[in-house]
């Protein structure tokens, strides 16, 4: 009438920690900020495709590429080609992106203090502020950014 349980539960706690992976908190900021970095450059891949050709972008991608190379151990990020269907009205929106990319990247790389990214996000927010001004439907009509 009873048979007993083969398998392991479910619902019970792990038996030992070499049951799941564990990172360190560094490990988890170095995944965190790889992967805004890499957002960044897919943007800045975008914006070097749709706008006139710019040595600013140009240098600013091969920068991220470095840092995003360096942050997963050597491993070289994917790059992105022109998306169809974008046109250059749409590159506002991806200068409002990239600042928003570039502030988290920013934050994550004081939290784990890491100054090359620090200060390469931080440029790439005031590269990207002009344009992403334009842009920003909650700044007031003439003031200043």
Known sequence: MYEPIRAKSVHTMAGTAADFPHRSREEELDIQLAGHLAALLA????????????????????????????????????????????????????????????????????????????????ERMDAHAPAAAQEDPLRPVGAAH
């Open 43 to 122: 943007v800045t891949d975008e914006l070097r495709a749709l706008t006139e050709p710019s040595t600013d972008l140009d240098t600013a991608a091969e920068r991220l590429a470095v840092q995003v190379a360096r942050l997963r151990g050597g491993r070289a990020p994917l790059r992105a080609a022109a998306s169809a269907g974008r046109t250059a009205a749409q590159a506002p929106a991806l200068h409002q992106r990239a600042h928003t990319l570039a502030g988290r990247a920013l934050v994550v790389a004081a939290s784990r203090a890491d100054t090359k990214a620090a200060i390469l996000a931080a």
